[in-house]
C-alpha cells in the first residue's frame, strides 16, 4: 500500500482514509474543525469517497445515518475535538439502536494537552460507552512501518465491527500533534502490507429455518416490519423461501 503525504500526520491520516475506502466506505461527512483538518483534507483528496460537510455535528450526525441507510453501506463521520464529539451521541444510540453501520472519527489533542487546561479538549476515550460495538484509540502518529500497519488494522477492524451483523456504530479516536495541514517535513513512513480481511453476512434463510418458521405459524398471518427501504422489503419478497412461505401464510410488509 502506498500513502504518499507531505509529513506523518498526513501519512497517519490517508492510511486511515484509505482502508476505510477499501473496505466499502465511500460516503462521508465532515464538520469544519483544526485538530481534525488531516483526516478532512484526506478524505477531500480521495477520489472514492463522496465528502459531504455539514456545519452542526448533531446534523451531521443524522445525515450520516440517512446515507447508510440508503445506501446499504457504512458511511463515515469525522469531527474535531472537545465537545464537537459529544454532539454524535444520539445519531450513535440511533445507528446502535437501529444496527446502521457508523465509522465515528474523532479527531483529539495529544496526550501531553489533556488534563491541562488546553482548549477544545475534553475526555474523549470511551465517549459513548455501550452505545458503539468498538472503541479504539488509535494513538498519535509514529514514524515506523510496524505502526502504520498497526494502524491500517486497526482501520480494516473498524469496518468489520461496523458491518459484522448485526451492523452498528463503531469510534476511532484519532489523536493528531502539529502540523495538522500539508506541511512538507520528512519522509513519512507508508504501510508494508499485511493481511486483508474478509467477511461474508449471510442473506438468504436456509431451509432448516424455513421448516421451523412453517412449523411454529402454521396458518397463522405473518406481518414483517421493520425500518427498511422499499427496495429492501422488495427484495425479501423474491428470497425463493420467502415466495415458499407466501403461499402457505398470509404476509404483510410493513416498512
Not at 9 to 16: G, K, L, Q, S, V
Request: aromatic share 4%.
Amino acid at each position: 500500500v502506498s500513502v504518499p503525504a507531505p509529513n506523518l500526520t498526513m501519512a497517519w491520516a490517508r492510511a486511515i482514509v484509505d482502508e476505510l475506502a477499501k473496505g466499502g466506505v465511500r460516503d462521508l461527512v465532515t464538520s469544519p474543525g483544526s485538530r481534525s483538518a488531516p483526516l478532512a483534507l484526506a478524505a477531500a483528496d480521495d477520489v472514492r469517497l463522496r465528502d459531504r460537510s455539514i456545519l452542526d455535528e448533531r446534523s451531521a450526525g443524522f445525515a450520516g445515518i440517512g446515507m447508510a441507510k440508503a445506501t446499504g453501506s457504512a458511511v463515515a463521520l469525522i469531527c474535531t475535538s472537545g465537545t464537537a464529539t459529544a454532539e454524535y451521541l444520539p445519531a450513535v444510540v440511533e445507528a446502535n439502536l437501529s444496527r446502521v453501520p457508523l465509522i465515528v472519527l474523532t479527531a483529539d489533542r495529544p496526550p501531553e494537552l489533556r488534563d491541562v487546561g488546553a482548549p477544545q479538549a475534553i475526555d474523549q476515550i470511551g465517549l459513548y460507552g455501550s452505545h458503539v460495538h468498538w472503541f479504539h484509540e488509535v494513538g498519535v502518529p509514529e514514524p515506523t512501518a510496524s505502526w502504520m500497519d498497526a494502524l491500517v488494522g486497526t482501520a480494516t477492524r473498524a469496518m468489520m465491527e461496523a458491518t459484522t451483523s448485526p451492523a452498528g456504530p463503531v469510534h476511532l479516536n484519532v489523536p493528531f500533534r502539529d502540523p495538522l495541514g500539508p506541511v512538507p517535513d520528512a519522509t513519512a513512513p507508508t504501510p508494508t502490507g499485511g493481511p486483508t480481511w474478509e467477511h461474508v453476512v449471510p442473506r438468504s434463510v436456509d431451509r432448516e429455518s424455513v421448516d421451523r418458521v412453517v412449523s411454529l405459524l402454521s396458518d397463522r398471518p405473518v406481518v414483517v416490519c421493520g425500518d427498511d427501504s422499499p427496495e429492501q422489503a422488495a427484495d425479501l419478497r423474491s428470497e425463493e423461501h420467502t415466495s415458499e412461505l407466501q403461499s402457505q401464510f398470509r404476509i404483510s410488509y410493513a416498512v
